[in-house]
C-alpha cells in the first residue's frame, strides 16, 4: 500500500479527540448513564448527539402532515423546484454529518 493510501486510510478511520467540560452534577449523570448501558462514557455522549442531530435533521409525522396545508410552503416549495430545473441560483458547500461534502442550491434575492 502506498504511503498516501495509508496515511488517507488512517485518517479515515482514527477517532477525533475533543474536550468537553462539565459541571460535576452532569457529568455524574452521564457516568451513570453510561454504567446502566454498559458503554463508555465517550460512546454515551456521541451516541446521545448524534441522535439529537438526527432527530432534528428530519420531519416527523406531525410536520409532514401539516405540509398540504399549507398553501405558502407549498408555493416556495414549487418556486424552488422551478428554480432549480431551470438552475437559477447558485451552488453552495456543505459538509452533512458523517457524508461528504454535497452540491445545496441556495435561491438568491432578486
Not at 59 to 79: G, Y
Not at 99 to 107: H, L, N, P, V
Amino acid at each position: 500500500m502506498r504511503q498516501a493510501d495509508t496515511r488517507r486510510l488512517t485518517q479515515t478511520i482514527m477517532a477525533k479527540t475533543i474536550t468537553l467540560r462539565l459541571k460535576d452534577d452532569i457529568y455524574n449523570i452521564f457516568l451513570e448513564m453510561a454504567k446502566a448501558e454498559n458503554r463508555s462514557l465517550s460512546n454515551l455522549i456521541e451516541t446521545a448527539a448524534l441522535n439529537k442531530i438526527r432527530e432534528q435533521q428530519f420531519v416527523d409525522n406531525a410536520e409532514m402532515a401539516e405540509i398540504p396545508s399549507n398553501q405558502d410552503l407549498l408555493k416556495r416549495i414549487k418556486e424552488g423546484s422551478n428554480d432549480a430545473r431551470n438552475l437559477k441560483g447558485r451552488f453552495a458547500k456543505m459538509r452533512d454529518v458523517g457524508c461528504q461534502t454535497s452540491d445545496i442550491r441556495i435561491q438568491q434575492s432578486n
